[in-house]
Structure formats: structure tokens, C-alpha cells
């Protein structure tokens, strides 16, 4: 997938309390909020998104609104590197989430647990919000597990 496109996921409960993301993401270009995955019932409402880009810094983030509202926009302390494979996760354990880039800890935040509610605009690579960019970037095995995963289990899934 390049900048003109995206794709949809069905309509679910996806997240309802812990959770881990994982993807392997090759990205050409840093775009402005470019997403891996942005869940959500429109822009601000119920969304769950992992971010390719903190602005346009190239640093993940991952943020969970409740409702209309988020806790905190965590930026990850590590940045994707372009045009090569790179493996990001984010894990939601109770309050805290944290990400990690390749398999190492880019550290953690508070954040909301998500609510337990169908989620009608799931995308990946794309954002909610119009006025955010398509990620220029490909993506394969994307995961949402429905409970928080350890780092070895995270390291276990990279390299399988």
C-alpha cells in the first residue's frame, strides 16, 4: 500500500480492555499523523490508534479515547527508520501502554482502557481524522490481541 490507499476492517468490538498492536511496517515517507491502524466510531469518538508518526516526527504513538476525550499522546523515545521492515508494537496492560520499535522498549504512558463498544470506522493505514495523511508505507501481519503481551512474547512473534 502506497499513499492512495488503505483498507477497512469490519465493524466490532475490538478493544475492550487489555490489548497489544503488533505490525511489521515498511515506511517510504514520514507523514503527518499517518496511522497503522486508527479503530474508532469517526474522528474523536471511541478511537484506538497506533500512529506511524507523532506529527510529523517519526516517532510511534499510541493514544485511546474515551468517548471524545484522550488521557495522554505518548510518544515513543525511538523513531522508524525509512525504507526498511520495522516491527512496532503497543500493549495496553491495565492503565499503562507501551510501545516498542523492533523489540525494544521506546517506553510507556497512562491511558484509558477502552470501552467495550462496535467500532464502524476501522482503518488501517488511514486516520478518522481528514485532515491527517494516508501512511506512505506497507504493512504486513497486522495483529490486535485481545490481552496484553509480555517482551518475549513480543520478540517470540517477530521472529516467527
Known sequence: MRKDG??????????????????????????????????????????VEFDLSYGSSGYPIIVVFDMS????????????????W?????????????????????????????RDVIRTSNFIGKSNWASNQLADARFKNIRIYNRSLSLLDIITEMIT
Not at 520495522?86 to 510501545?99: D, K
Open 69 to 84: 476525550s484522550y488521557l495522554n499522546i505518548y510518544q515513543a523515545t525511538l523513531s522508524i527508520s525509512l525504507n526498511t
Open 6 to 47: 488503505y483498507f477497512s476492517a469490519p465493524s466490532d468490538v475490538y478493544f475492550s480492555g487489555n490489548f497489544t498492536i503488533t505490525s511489521w511496517v515498511y515506511v517510504y515517507s514520514i507523514q503527518t499523523w499517518s496511522r497503522v491502524i486508527d479503530f474508532g466510531n469517526g474522528a474523536n469518538s471511541d478511537n
Open 86 to 114: 520495522v516491527h512496532l508494537a503497543a500493549v495496553l496492560n491495565g492503565t499503562f501502554v507501551s510501545v516498542y520499535v523492533n523489540g525494544t522498549y521506546a517506553g510507556k504512558t497512562t491511558q484509558y482502557i477502552p
